[in-house]
């Protein structure tokens, strides 16, 4: 690609992320807190920095000699005629590549569960006051005694373990099923607001091998999704600009579904076109092997858990 061209994507690229990044910069810089935004910061490691360079993707190569940057950065080799992303990056990412790979493909095979409602947040709150829930900063918009009546009369059905596992003890036995890190391919569907949150998370996982700009729509997508839950949760998020979504009320669980079922309906071809991504990096890192690891470091690789905000 012409350093005209590619220069000119990654510019465009930088106009888009930049909001995003600025806002989360300006608020860390006094203290700040954006329990809706800075979600798609905290709960998924990837930085304002890393956000902000953009990737061709993996078959690309960059021409001119400001390309010569990226052999700074990691996943990038020297070709004949310039720089592109070099797929032997992934040698020590393949478990996770396969991992990524059974997780899309059982989604995507999987009918959509419907009717949790966002019950999520209100069962990681359920026999909490004020004082001890995640968001000690953010107000309740209903009271305790709300949030119990309704998760016991309405009920639990959460299917994404990164959810589940955060739930209280009070309220993960009145979950209908019991989701782990083992039986995540054969639970996640794409109905589940955190599926279509997680396309980010994976497709940032093998950047620079995933082009930016689609990586840029996963992190919109992760951005909806993350406003609905909020809308949906306990809490009141009217400070953010938001309205709440009061499923507590037969008339907001209503309102939930339908959100649910527009988010699903973008999901389906992100998910559809990061899993093609996927299984065409692992054909073309057939015959790459995983690094021997030092025993002393031996969990360094292992897929780290995160903290839901």
Same mark, same amino acid.
């Given at each position: 690609m012409h350093s005209e061209q590619w220069t000119l994507k990654a510019g465009r690229h930088? /106009?888009?992320?930049?909001?995003?990044? /600025?806002?989360?910069?300006?608020?860390?810089?006094?203290?700040h807190k954006h329990a809706v935004d800075d979600f798609l910061?905290?709960?998924?490691?990837?930085?304002?920095?890393?956000?902000?360079?953009?990737?061709?993707?993996?078959?690309?190569?960059?021409?001119?000699?400001?390309?010569?940057?990226?052999?700074?950065?990691?996943?990038?080799? #020297?070709?004949?005629?310039?720089?592109?992303? /070099?797929i032997s990056w992934l040698s020590n990412k393949l478990p996770r590549l396969d991992m990524a790979i059974k997780i899309l493909s059982g989604t995507t095979s999987h009918s959509p569960v419907m009717g949790c409602?966002?019950?999520?947040?209100?069962?990681?709150?359920?026999?909490?006051?004020?004082?001890?829930?995640?968001?000690?900063?953010?107000?309740?918009?209903?009271?305790?005694e709300t949030i119990s009546a309704t998760v016991d009369s309405v009920g639990?059905?959460?299917?994404?373990?990164?959810?589940?596992?955060?739930?209280?003890?009070?309220a993960k036995p009145q979950n209908t099923i019991t989701p782990t890190?083992?039986?995540?391919?054969?639970?996640?569907?794409?109905?589940?607001?955190?599926?279509?949150?997680?396309?980010?998370?994976?497709?940032?996982?093998?950047?620079?091998?995933?082009?930016?700009?689609?990586?840029?729509?996963?992190?919109?997508?992760?951005?909806r999704a993350r406003q609905i839950d909020m809308r949906a949760s306990p809490y009141d998020v009217s400070e953010f600009g938001l309205e709440a979504i009061r499923v507590e009320s037969p008339?907001?669980?209503?309102?939930?579904?339908?959100? #649910?079922? /527009?988010?699903? #309906?973008?999901?389906?071809?992100?998910?559809?076109?990061?899993?093609?991504?996927?299984?065409?990096?692992?054909s073309q890192s057939q015959g790459l092997k995983t690094p021997k690891r030092d025993p002393s470091t031996s969990g360094s690789n292992k897929v780290q858990a995160t903290q839901p905000s």
């Open positions: 930088a /106009d888009r992320v930049r909001p995003w990044v /600025d806002a989360r910069l300006a608020r860390r810089s006094v203290g910061f905290d709960y998924y490691p990837f930085s304002p920095a890393k956000l902000l360079i953009w990737h061709p993707g993996f078959g690309i190569t960059l021409e001119g000699p400001e390309a010569e940057t990226y052999l700074t950065l990691a996943g990038y080799r #020297q070709s004949d005629s310039g720089v592109t992303a /070099d409602f966002g019950l999520h947040e209100w069962a990681m709150v359920y026999g909490l006051a004020q004082n001890e829930v995640r968001h000690e900063d953010l107000p309740l918009r209903v009271s305790p639990l059905r959460c299917t994404h373990f990164d959810a589940f596992r955060f739930f209280t003890p009070e890190r083992e039986n995540q391919s054969v639970l996640e569907n794409p109905g589940c607001l955190h599926a279509s949150m997680d396309l980010y998370k994976m497709a940032n996982w093998f950047s620079p091998l995933i082009n930016s700009d689609f990586v840029m729509d996963c992190f919109e997508n992760a951005a008339e907001g669980r209503r309102e939930y579904a339908d959100a #649910q079922k /527009d988010l699903m #309906q973008a999901s389906i071809p992100l998910r559809s076109q990061l899993l093609e991504f996927l299984v065409a990096l692992r």
